[in-house]
């Protein structure tokens, strides 16, 4: 017995000797790639030494002599810190995941290959003018020396996915930049999807109940359109279930209702205590780890410029200089139609025009798949645009027989001149001279919210489509391409574009809310982001006669859902204090403890309190309730609250209360049944996910920020070191925007909020703050991985200086570029 004993416990001390071996073996391997942020190298392609300087955050600091040289830095620590994901982005935007994935990403590669987005890259570089190109050029070339150095001294292959995945890194190009753009241009798109939407509800319901469930935006609007009258004669697949399948963690395609938001908002000098302007904007996308933002402080020759950046482009996309400060908000102009094109039945490669048949622009495209053979694509393009397959966005379910689907979008084009206008606002002086240089931006559309130092403003930059006023569905519904009405005629001048400059209230701002009320086709869209955010901000704005720093910093923090505190006195109405008592343990009882805190709760969306939770579920299970009767398995793809909805059922606004009546029972229920039996679905998935005790109960517990490592996350054991899962408040319409995910077991986790924060305030610039979602390493074992997500959990914020004095005396390291 003793022998067995002596050999086992050797055996296990072999084998922790050989893990603690080999995990100090991953660790070193891992490690070699951590950066050295004080170091010097002698590099090509700059004309002088090039300083960055990174603070106690990781913030790096770029200083030289000559503007190229600058970018030729940001280059530099893009990839030092965020090597991995700039990659991923490019082979995202190339059609190239499948060459490191395998199988599972052959779909997004085909999609984005229809869609050419990289092709329309490479011939953009063209277009760019001569001062966009150098620092296009100057960028890749510091993007490159940096990959020289990891291959010439062995520092880890610059990441450690690349020790799981194939290390083989193509040099960078300026058009690589553009891709970038292009691809954050498809992440903020979502008219498609709505168009398919509504098309495949107008095949179910009369208009007027469409209209119900997918409301306008307040302000004039049009009817509800018939999608089968629109194709009459045409063979429609009415009850066609969903084509697309569940979400790729490496899609960049949003889901529908998670295409974008964002905050931004201005004060002017009269409007300001200390009397300088005040500007504040945290644009949202989906979360990650690392955040797909990286702050980081240009001096360029027109001044310092500091803010959040995407690695991969030479820009500051939200910032400020000394003179100005700029915020992005998402326009949600309707930048997108979907044309459907009618096939020749007698010729397959020929489609109907106006002027006849014609034939299809082919091409093909090889996608090469990790330890698969490859696949050859047949690629195919009408006047109007690409034809998509129908297996994506569901457009299957909307196509008729011999009919293919083409998508017209204002992306799509290589005359893109977004870089430029970019790299101009950086050295624009004053807001006039943002708006002009803006004038360059294509895609895709931004509010841009723009103070200096005496004044405020508002303009929507980028393309928008000019449309035919006899359009048949003015781009709300698939429309058929081969008559000239539905085809675009070009794009409306920047000028028509919406503009606020200087306005009499002295307040700015904008939350994806409706921007501006004119008529088709002179309109922006139908489709907004959000009715709801804007009410709560105009509240706060209008509070307050003066506004500080500290205000603004309250308005994007702020938690209280003016949602919930508009629906609950409608669906809760005749269910308050109107049940007779209950004995503990019964579902009456629980129904009454529930509704009894719901009638203290002012609205806040904390994460400690249950009132919340409870709202959120009993505002889902209410919604599935009223539209899963009338619309069957369409009613999965509703997977977020629509608020103009249930207010229009409860407030029975042009009879659409007969929603609350179930179609398949005998008896006619009431809205206050329905929202009653809907409480109690809600209670019963409550207790069995968190137990019986309500008090015990939190908000944050399910309304977890997933920021997840976009390739590893999934991969067990080595999920819990990328992952970073934080406790949040807000949720999906709340300024302190939370978007859940509504899907899977786990409905209500923040998937997309603001991944970047910053407050200006022009009266003391030096007191500006920022503050992004995670950390500035992309590096799971750097201390810059996930350090400034801990401030951005709790509201706070890291100061946002262009003092140079300031930067060298809180350096944590400087890294010398000198020229060879």
Not at 250 to 264: D, Q
Not at 482 to 494: A, D, H, K, S, T
Request: charged content about 20%; aromatic content about 8%; proline content about 6%.
């Amino acid at each position: 017995m003793g022998l067995v004993f002596k050999w086992s416990l050797r055996l296990f001390l072999l084998l922790a000797l050989l893990a603690g071996l080999a995990l100090a073996g991953v660790y070193y391997l891992a490690s070699r790639s951590l950066v050295d942020y004080n170091a010097d190298y002698t590099v090509p392609a700059i004309s002088g030494p090039v300083e960055i300087i990174r603070n106690n955050s990781g913030v790096p600091h770029i200083f030289a002599e000559d503007d190229n040289d600058v970018y030729y830095g940001l280059g530099f620590a893009h990839a030092q810190d965020r090597l991995w994901q700039m990659t991923m982005l490019r082979r995202t935007a190339q059609g190239r995941l499948s060459e490191q994935f395998g199988e599972r990403t052959v779909k997004v590669d085909k999609l984005i290959r229809r869609l050419d987005l990289y092709g329309h890259a490479q011939r953009a570089v063209a277009f760019q003018d001569d001062r966009t190109r150098a620092a296009l050029d100057a960028y890749a070339a510091g993007v490159n020396a940096w990959l020289r150095i990891v291959n010439r001294d062995a520092l880890g292959r610059g990441a450690p996915e690349f020790f799981l995945f194939s290390p083989q890194i193509a040099p960078w190009q300026p058009a690589d930049s553009i891709a970038v753009i292009k691809l954050m241009g498809l992440q903020l798109s979502g008219h498609l999807e709505e168009e398919v939407i509504r098309a495949r509800t107008s095949l179910l319901l009369e208009p007027e109940r469409v209209r119900d469930l997918l409301p306008d935006a307040p302000g004039t609007g049009i009817a509800a359109l018939d999608y089968a009258a629109l194709l009459e004669g045409l063979d429609l697949p009415r009850y066609a279930a969903n084509t697309s399948g569940p979400k790729n963690p490496l899609s960049p395609f949003p889901e529908r209702g998670l295409a974008g938001a964002s905050n931004a908002f201005a004060a002017a000098p009269e409007r300001s205590a200390a009397g300088g302007t005040l500007l504040a904007n945290d644009p949202h996308l989906g979360l990650s780890a690392p955040s797909i933002w990286y702050l980081a402080r240009l001096d360029l020759s027109t001044g310092g410029v500091i803010g959040g950046t995407i690695p991969g482009m030479p820009v500051i996309l939200t910032g400020r200089s000394d003179k100005v400060g700029w915020g992005l908000t998402t326009a949600y102009v309707d930048d997108q139609d979907v044309l459907i094109e009618k096939v020749n039945p007698d010729n397959p490669d020929e489609y109907l025009t106006p002027d006849g048949y014609k034939p299809f622009r082919k091409g093909q495209s090889i996608i090469k798949i990790k330890d698969a053979p490859s696949q050859t694509i047949n690629l195919r393009w009408t006047d109007n645009g690409p034809v998509l397959p129908e297996d994506h966005y569901n457009l299957g379910t909307i196509t008729p027989l011999n009919h293919e689907a083409a998508l017209s979008w204002t992306l799509l084009t290589d005359q893109d001149t977004s870089m430029q206008a970019g790299l101009q606002i950086m050295r624009a002086g004053s807001a006039a001279e943002v708006i002009a240089a803006a004038a360059d931006y294509v895609a895709p559309a931004q509010n841009l919210t723009i103070v200096d130092q005496e004044s405020i403003a508002l303009k929507t930059i980028g393309h928008v489509p000019r449309r035919n006023p006899a359009h048949q569905s003015r781009g709300r519904i698939p429309s058929p391409g081969w008559l000239e009405q539905n085809r675009w005629l070009g794009v409306m001048p920047y000028a028509s574009n919406p503009e606020f400059t200087r306005p009499s209230g002295g307040i700015l701002g904008n939350t994806n809310n409706k921007v501006i009320d004119r008529p088709f086709p002179n309109h922006i869209s139908y489709h907004y982001g959000d009715t709801q955010r804007v009410q709560r901000w105009r509240r706060l704005m209008l509070n307050r006669e003066v506004h500080t720093r500290d205000s603004f910093v309250e308005a994007q923090l702020d938690t209280v859902s003016f949602t919930a505190r508009s629906l609950l006195p409608l669906i809760a109405a005749d269910l308050w204090y109107t049940d007779e008592a209950a004995p503990d343990g019964t579902p009456e009882r629980q129904r009454q403890r529930a509704l009894a805190l719901m009638a203290e709760w002012n609205g806040e969306m904390s994460e400690h309190l249950p009132e919340p939770l409870i709202y959120a579920a009993w505002l889902r299970a209410l919604q599935t309730r009223l539209i899963r009767d009338e619309i069957g398995t369409l009613e999965s793809e509703f997977t977020h609250v629509e608020p103009l909805f249930i207010e229009r059922v409860f407030r029975d606004v042009e009879g659409a209360a007969v929603w609350c009546d179930v179609l398949q029972s005998a008896p006619v229920e009431t809205c206050t049944d329905i929202s009653r039996y809907a409480l109690d679905d809600a209670l019963v998935w409550l207790e069995e996910k968190y137990g019986r005790n309500i008090e015990s109960w939190r908000w944050g517990d399910a309304h977890e920020a997933t920021h997840d490592h976009q390739v590893l996350g999934s991969i067990p054991l080595l999920s819990a070191f990328v992952n970073i899962r934080q406790s949040t408040s807000g949720g999906d319409n709340t300024l302190l925007r939370g978007r859940t995910s509504g899907k899977g077991p786990d409905p209500f986790q923040n998937v997309h909020a603001a991944g970047y924060r910053g407050v200006y305030d022009f009266a003391d610039p030096d007191s500006s703050l920022f503050v992004m979602a995670t950390g500035q390493s992309g590096h799971p074992l750097s201390r810059h991985y996930d350090d400034l997500g801990v401030l951005w959990r709790r509201g706070e914020y890291i100061p946002m200086s262009l003092d140079p004095e300031l930067a060298r005396a809180g350096a944590e390291g400087t890294i010398t570029l000198v020229p060879e």
